[in-house]
C-alpha cells in the first residue's frame, strides 16, 4: 500500500467517525426531547376553574356547552340542561391526559389518523369566549387490532394539538365523550309523577279511556266501564308508573316542524295527582325507537301532613325541572311509553275459560 493510498483511508475513516460522531450527537440531543414529553400533561395551563364553554365539532355538526350560573346547558337545544356529571367528568379527564407516546407527522398520516377536518375538534373556551386550550381527537389506538375497530372500545386516541400540528401525540384515553351528539350530554331527567289521581289516554285515532281513583292507595277504575268490562290493575299501575320514571332519551332541534315531529296532531296523555297538578304529554311520531314528545304542568302543588315542608321543597324543586321542559320538543324511549300508550282493551282483564 503506497502512502498516497493510506492517506486518502485515513481520511475516509475520519469522515465516518465525524459522522457517526455527528449522527450520535444529534440523536443524543433529539432523543431526550422525545423521551422527557413522555408522562407530560397534554393540556398545560387549562385550570378547570376557568373552562366556560366547551366547542366539540365534528363533520357536519357542531355541539357547544355553556356555564350559566351554576348549570351547564346545550347552546343548540335553545338552552337545554346538560349532565352536570358528564360535563365535570369531560373536564376531568381532559385536564388528567398525558402524554404516551409522540411522533412526527404529515399531512398524509394526519388524513389516515383523522388529525384534519375528518376529525373530532376540541376547544374549552373562558367567560369571554377565549381559547384556552383545543385538540383534535382522532382515530383510537389499539395495541392490537380489533376485528370491529369501530365499535371496539380503544386504548386510547391519537391526538394533535393545535400549536404543534406536525406532531401526533398518544393518549391513553380513548375519548368516548368527545362527540357532538346531544343524546350524549343533555340531561335525562324527565316527568317524575306523583300521586296520580286520574290518568287519561286521547289517541290521534282510536278507542282511549281514562282511568280514576278516590286515594292515593285505592284501587283504579274504569272511566264509563261496562257492565262486562273489569279493569286489570297491574296494567294500569304499570300504565299510571309510566309517568312517574318518564326518562329523556334526546332533545330535538328547535327548529323541528310539528309535521315532521307528528305533533300537530299528536296523542295525549292528560294526568292530575292528588298534589293539586295537572300534567300534559303530547305523543307525536315515533322516530326508530323514540317518541317526539312535548310536556307541560300547571297547577301549584299542596302538601299537607307532618312532612309537608320536606316533600313541599322537594316537590318545588321538581317542579321547576319539569316546567322547564316545556317549549322543548323532547325524544323518550319507546319503552318508557309501551304500558300507557296502549288501546282501551288491552287494560282489560281476559275472561277466564269455562272449565268442562
Known sequence: MNARVAAILILLLALLGGGALLYHQQGQTQRPAEAGALGQT???????????????????????LERRGERWV????????????RVRDFVLKALELKIG????????????????ASGTLVEFKDAKGASLA???????????EPENPDQAAGDG?????????????????????????????????????EKVQSLEYRPAGGDGWKIERPGDNADWMLAGAKAH????????????????????????????????S???????????TFDGLS????????????????????????????????????????????????????????????DVLKPRAELLARPQENKK
Open 74 to 85: 346545550v347552546a343548540e337545544r335553545d338552552g337545554f340542561p346538560a349532565d352536570l356529571d
Open 229 to 260: 268490562e273489569k279493569l286489570e290493575i297491574t296494567k294500569a299501575n304499570a300504565a299510571a308508573y309510566s309517568l312517574a320514571s318518564l326518562d329523556l332519551a334526546d332533545v330535538a332541534p328547535r327548529d323541528l316542524k310539528p309535521e315532521d
Open 101 to 116: 407516546q409522540t411522533e412526527p407527522i404529515g399531512d398524509k398520516d394526519r388524513a389516515r389518523l383523522n388529525l384534519d
Open 262 to 272: 307528528g305533533l300537530d296532531q299528536p296523542a295525549v296523555l292528560a294526568a292530575t
Open 42 to 64: 397534554l393540556l398545560k395551563g387549562l385550570k378547570a376553574a376557568e373552562v366556560s364553554a366547551i366547542q366539540i365539532r365534528e363533520p357536519g355538526s357542531t355541539l357547544t
Open 157 to 193: 386516541r391519537f391526538v394533535l394539538l393545535s400549536e404543534d400540528p406536525g406532531r401526533v401525540v398518544v393518549v391513553s384515553n380513548a375519548l368516548a365523550q368527545a362527540t357532538a351528539k346531544s343524546a350524549d350530554w343533555v340531561s335525562r331527567s324527565g316527568l317524575a309523577v
Open 279 to 338: 300534567y300534559t304529554v303530547h305523543v307525536g311520531k315515533l322516530a326508530g325507537e323514540q317518541y317526539y314528545v312535548a310536556v307541560s304542568v300547571a297547577g301549584e302543588p299542596k302538601t299537607e301532613g307532618k312532612d309537608a315542608g320536606e316533600r313541599g321543597r322537594k316537590l318545588a324543586e321538581r317542579l321547576a325541572r319539569e316546567r322547564s321542559l316545556a317549549g322543548h320538543v323532547l325524544l323518550v324511549a319507546k319503552n318508557r311509553l309501551d
Open 134 to 144: 383545543r385538540f383534535i381527537a382522532g382515530k383510537k389506538f389499539f395495541k392490537r
